[in-house]
């Protein structure tokens, strides 16, 4: 089966304001900008931080799938974040409120797909997604957060997955479809809390207990009932963040903490975690004498999660560009480049693999690389062919004995 989709996504972020007056006195555009940016400055130094962001993507089945078709689709998310310092004189609080409206049709039904072409793909509605209170304690070191909470904004948080439009590229199906409602993630949330601390520059351990179930079901919204159980999560993540200019960062930097922390993003990352219901759970396979399924109390889960892929990014710049492609595997595009040039360019990555300054507790790790070249059209003439022979390419690395590019 071949499926051709056509995508075209546009993202627009405004700041809620009240700039009112702006269009009755004939100002210009750009002093409406001013006027909106000015409110929003003095808004935020009071503590209130208002937001509108808004996604739209448009889907175009051209080939295979279930069946032709286009649609379009959005998501209206409407946020506010209160700095309870500055808004009431409350160290280490923070309060956020965020409202979710999702448009438009299901490009899942044009595809035929089994876990979701679009990451913002859900059933039309209007919902509180997520709404909690954040306290962090010992300058910053310690946060706890209590509410109603999305796990994905941490736990299983994989930031290249926000490059793209394909749900695959986030939070695996293995826990995304788990329980009996699925986790509290997008775009259905749960009940609990949050306490996470980061002991050392680079390493943050996180646990979560929340309500088994989501809050909105078939029969309506709800919160701890009888039968939910608890998902219980924890996580150990260890993230590596270059000082600027080479040099140490300050005390404060180091030991930002949770979701207001506001850290530049990460070079590298490995994140190991685990997850248990508590719930009992029909078995999939095995009966009673009656026929009804024999059930099986709790449910467990665990995964691993590494990212590099901004090294290769660094090392590629305009001659190319880098992606996720799979589980643990990176897809690099060179258009132009012969194959040869693309192996020089693989031998590029390999060598700045080698050298970055990995580390794990203060020590240091020497991780390497397997890469895999092929060349259009020399080594396959069409897209599925390149990408097989490219396959083909890496698995001789692999047996070659690893940390090597092979064509």
Same mark, same amino acid.
């Given at each position: 089966?071949?499926?051709?989709?056509?995508?075209?996504?546009?993202?627009?972020?405004?700041?809620?304001?009240?700039?009112?007056?702006?269009?009755?006195?004939?100002?210009?555009?750009?002093?409406?900008?001013?006027?909106?940016?000015?409110?929003?400055?003095?808004?935020?130094?009071?503590?209130?931080?208002?937001?509108?962001?808004?996604?739209?993507?448009?889907?175009?089945?051209?080939?295979?799938?279930?069946?032709?078709?286009?649609?379009?689709?959005?998501?209206?998310?409407?946020?506010?974040?209160?700095?309870?310092?500055?808004?009431?004189?409350?160290?280490?609080?923070?309060?956020?409120?965020?409202?979710?409206?999702?448009?438009?049709?299901?490009?899942?039904?044009?595809?035929?797909?089994?876990?979701?072409?679009?990451?913002?793909?859900?059933?039309?509605?209007?919902?509180?997604?997520?709404?909690?209170?954040?306290?962090?304690?010992?300058?910053?070191?310690?946060?706890?957060?209590?509410?109603?909470?999305?796990?994905?904004?941490?736990?299983?948080?994989?930031?290249?997955?926000?490059?793209?439009?394909?749900?695959?590229?986030?939070?695996?199906?293995?826990?995304?479809?788990?329980?009996?409602?699925?986790?509290?993630?997008?775009?259905?949330?749960?009940?609990?809390?949050?306490?996470?601390?980061?002991?050392?520059?680079?390493?943050?351990?996180?646990?979560?207990?929340? =309500? +088994?179930? !989501? %809050?909105? $079901?078939?029969?309506?919204?709800?919160?701890?009932?009888? @039968?939910?159980?608890?998902? *219980?999560? /924890?996580?150990?993540?260890?993230?590596?963040?270059?000082?600027?200019?080479?040099?140490?960062?300050?005390?404060?930097?180091?030991?930002?903490?949770?979701?207001?922390?506001?850290?530049?993003?990460?070079?590298?990352?490995?994140?190991?975690?685990?997850?248990?219901?508590?719930?009992?759970?029909?078995?999939?396979?095995?009966?009673?004498? =009656? +026929?009804? !399924? %024999?059930? $099986?109390?709790?449910?467990?889960?665990?995964?691993?999660? @590494?990212?590099?892929?901004? *090294?290769? /990014?660094?090392?590629?710049?305009?001659?190319?560009?880098?992606?996720?492609?799979?589980?643990?595997?990176?897809?690099?595009?060179?258009?132009?480049?012969?194959?040869?040039?693309?192996?020089?360019?693989?031998?590029?990555?390999?060598?700045?693999?080698?050298?970055?300054?990995?580390?794990?507790?203060?020590?240091?790790?020497?991780?390497?690389?397997?890469?895999? %070249?092929?060349?259009?059209?020399?080594?396959?003439?069409?897209?599925?062919?390149?990408?097989?022979?490219?396959?083909?390419?890496?698995?001789?690395?692999?047996?070659?004995?690893?940390?090597?590019?092979?064509?």
């Amino acid at each position: 089966m071949k499926l051709g989709v056509v995508v075209a996504t546009v993202a627009v972020v405004a700041l809620l304001s009240n700039a009112t007056g702006a269009r009755g006195q004939g100002v210009g555009w750009e002093s409406s900008i001013r006027e909106v940016q000015s409110t929003y400055q003095t808004l935020a130094e009071r503590g209130v931080r208002p937001a509108l962001i808004y996604d739209a993507e448009g889907f175009a089945d051209l080939a295979g799938g279930a069946r032709r078709g286009a649609t379009y689709l959005d998501n209206l998310n409407l946020q506010l974040t209160l700095d309870l310092r500055r808004l009431v004189g409350w160290p280490g609080a923070t309060i956020f409120l965020y409202g979710l409206g999702i448009h438009g049709g299901q490009p899942s039904q044009f595809a035929g797909d089994a876990q979701g072409v679009s990451s913002i793909e859900a059933p039309r509605k209007w919902t509180l997604e997520e709404a909690w209170l954040e306290q962090n304690f010992l300058g910053n070191r310690v946060s706890a957060l209590v509410g109603r909470y999305d796990l994905n904004t941490e736990f299983y948080r994989v930031h290249t997955a926000d490059l793209f439009l394909n749900a695959s590229f986030g939070m695996g199906p293995e826990f995304s479809q788990s329980g009996k409602g699925g986790p509290s993630v997008f775009p259905n949330t749960s009940v609990g809390g949050r306490f996470e601390v980061k002991p050392i520059e680079g390493m943050v351990l996180r646990s979560a207990v929340l =309500d +088994g179930v !989501p %809050v909105e $079901r078939p029969t309506g919204w709800d919160v701890f009932a009888k @039968g939910d159980g608890l998902l *219980i999560v /924890g996580e150990a993540a260890f993230l590596y963040r270059p000082p600027p200019s080479g040099q140490p960062r300050p005390l404060p930097h180091r030991f930002r903490l949770g979701r207001e922390a506001q850290l530049p993003p990460y070079d590298a990352k490995l994140a190991i975690g685990v997850w248990h219901y508590t719930a009992s759970f029909p078995d999939l396979s095995q009966t009673r004498g =009656d +026929g009804t !399924p %024999v059930r $099986r109390d709790g449910s467990t889960g665990a995964y691993v999660i @590494g990212e590099s892929g901004r *090294i290769i /990014g660094q090392v590629l710049g305009s001659r190319g560009f880098a992606c996720r492609f799979g589980g643990d595997e990176y897809l690099a595009v060179l258009p132009g480049l012969a194959a040869d040039a693309a192996e020089a360019v693989g031998e590029e990555i390999r060598a700045a693999i080698g050298v970055h300054p990995f580390e794990k507790d203060g020590v240091p790790l020497r991780p390497g690389i397997s890469i895999g %070249v092929a060349a259009f059209p020399g080594d396959a003439q069409d897209c599925p062919s390149l990408f097989q022979r490219a396959d083909e390419a890496l698995y001789r690395a692999k047996q070659a004995g690893k940390n090597r590019v092979c064509r």
